[in-house]
């Protein structure tokens, strides 16, 4: 699957690479702002996860995340520059530390890391989707597609790891009024 959608993105990208680009409109611009905070603020979550599990499975994917959010939010950031939008503050990187060292009322669960990183993949999904959607600048919506690509990768790797480890929240059946009694 990996390998069917970067080939459906090179060649998506190679029919717009000489495409005149009109200017930004103001929603591509505002799209395009709040990713780069989402980006920079989750990378910040994803330090604080590296530092608090021992858990190796979830270090190793919380790291394969946190590297490639650096890189599209680099790719982003000379974007936005390149258009001459401002960057939004974000919050300041976190240094290492040990678990160890951690107080037992701050540190977080695993399952509350997972839950974390599972939420904010879904909700920067859910920002690159409407950002393909409403852009006019095929340049935008390429790249937000190379995004989602990425993240839609990760979150169906991390669901895995969250379904095996119990850590998945998912909610109740529902049985709508006349359905058959019997439950699965």
Same mark, same amino acid.
Request: proline share 7%; net charge positive; hydrophobic share 40%.
């Given at each position: ?63 394969? !995340? ?10 982003? $950031?000379?974007?936005?520059? $390149? ?7 974000? +919050?300041?990187?976190?240094?290492? +530390?040990? /678990? ?16 974390? &990183?599972?939420? $904010?993949?879904? /909700? ?10 409403? +852009? ?14 990425? !993240? ?8 895995? &790891? ?19 009694? /019997?439950?699965?």
């Amino acid at each position: 699957m990996k390998t069917v959608l970067k080939s459906m993105l090179s060649v998506l990208q190679s029919h717009t690479d000489n495409e005149p680009k009109p200017l930004l409109h103001v929603g591509e611009v505002m799209n395009c702002w709040t990713a780069f905070a989402i980006f920079k603020e989750a990378q910040v979550f994803y330090q604080m996860a590296l530092n608090t599990t021992d858990d190796e499975q979830l270090k190793k994917k919380t790291l394969e !995340i946190f590297d490639a959010s650096v890189k599209d939010q680099n790719k982003l $950031k000379h974007f936005l520059i $390149k258009e001459g939008v401002p960057l939004p503050s974000t +919050s300041q990187t976190k240094p290492d +530390s040990s /678990s160890e060292t951690i107080p037992l009322g701050v540190k977080l669960t695993d399952d509350e890391i997972a839950n974390g &990183i599972s939420l $904010k993949l879904a /909700s920067v999904n859910i920002l690159c989707a409407t950002t393909v959607s409403q +852009s006019i600048r095929t340049d935008v919506g390429l790249m937000f597609l190379e995004f989602q690509t990425h !993240i839609l990768m990760f979150a169906a790797d991390f669901k895995t &790891i969250m379904k095996k480890r119990g850590w998945l929240k998912s909610p109740p059946s529902y049985y709508p009024p006349g359905a058959p009694t /019997s439950k699965p």
